[in-house]
């Protein structure tokens, strides 16, 4: 389900099928677009997604997942109990919300290796939330 503005607001949960590529002409994932998708395991991102709403992709059992370097804010709980075993934020990246939760119990990012550009607005913004990443050197 899209908007005429480019977003996509939601996917069908009991859509089966493991992979889904977004169009090109969407560039907003809308909150919960994604939430308590139980089939899809690879996400493929178009290049022109600037924003990635609140718990898109909480509860869901996607493994796979591209960042695209367009993307400018991940809000709050994006990855919320998420199977995502590997994420790598783009260093153009300049918003992603965090709260006093995310470096506690309920930690979206904990099961996951998060890898960020040295320098970037994500490696500052985990390193404040006391959360581990992988420093990509250029």
């Given at each position: 389900l899209?908007?005429?503005y480019g977003?996509?607001?939601l ?9 889904f590529?977004?169009?090109e ?5 809308h909150?919960h ?14 290049d022109a997604?600037?924003?990635?709403g609140?718990r898109?992709f909480?509860?869901s059992n996607?493994e ?6 367009k993307?400018?804010?991940?809000e709050?709980?994006?990855f919320?109990?998420c ?12 918003f992603?919300?965090?709260?006093s939760n995310?470096a506690?119990?309920i930690n979206?990012?904990?099961?996951m ?15 404040e939330h ?5 420093v990509?050197?250029?």
């Amino acid at each position: 389900l899209y908007s005429h503005y480019g977003e996509l607001l939601l996917y069908p949960a009991n859509k089966t099928g493991h992979t889904f590529v977004t169009p090109e002409e969407v560039n907003v994932i809308h909150q919960h677009a994604f939430y308590e998708n139980v089939h899809l395991k690879k996400l493929v991102l178009g290049d022109a997604i600037s924003k990635i709403g609140y718990r898109a992709f909480a509860c869901s059992n996607i493994e796979s997942i591209n960042i695209p370097v367009k993307t400018e804010r991940i809000e709050l709980d994006v990855f919320l109990y998420c199977k995502i075993k590997e994420l790598y934020i783009p260093k153009w990246v300049s918003f992603i919300e965090m709260n006093s939760n995310t470096a506690g119990n309920i930690n979206p990012y904990k099961e996951m290796k998060v890898l960020v550009d040295e320098g970037s607005y994500a490696e500052k913004i985990f390193k404040e939330h006391g959360l581990d990443v992988t420093v990509i050197k250029e």
